[in-house]
């Protein structure tokens, strides 16, 4: 009787697997990124693709030109250096999250995916100061 109850604490600390061991987490957090991913890439694209005209800001009032004049910063070339940066991040994770299922590198997929993910918080910091700058 003894042996059979221990033999089902052992198969149930089997199937209570760590967080970072469990796939569905990672396969939902990939997709958020991939989806954050094409986002970025396809905001980038449209804005090369369209030959927007570019906009340049005054930061002083809120005058904006389609051309540059002293003074004026442009907005333009900030949102696409923001998305190129989107980018990089999101691949980033992607890679991080990637890394996690591998079981060698859980570790490092961990701190990859920790890391990217502190800086999705900067990079919502500087989208909301180039929104309002």
């Given at each position: ?49 369209n030959n927007l ?81």
């Open positions: 009787m003894q042996t059979h109850m221990m033999n089902d604490r052992v198969s149930m600390q089997e199937v209570k697997k760590a967080p970072h061991e469990q796939p569905v987490s990672h396969i939902c957090i990939g997709m958020m990124s991939a989806i954050l991913l094409g986002f970025f890439v396809h905001y980038l694209n449209y804005s090369a693709n005209l570019p906009c340049y800001a005054n930061p002083d009032t809120t005058t904006v030109l389609p051309y540059a004049a002293e003074g004026y910063i442009n907005v333009t070339q900030q949102w696409r250096t923001l998305m190129l940066v989107g980018i990089v991040w999101s691949s980033f994770h992607l890679f991080g999250v990637l890394l996690v299922m591998i079981k060698p590198l859980v570790k490092v997929g961990l701190g990859i995916s920790c890391l990217s993910s502190c800086t999705y918080f900067a990079w919502l910091i500087s989208a909301t100061i180039f929104r309002w700058n």
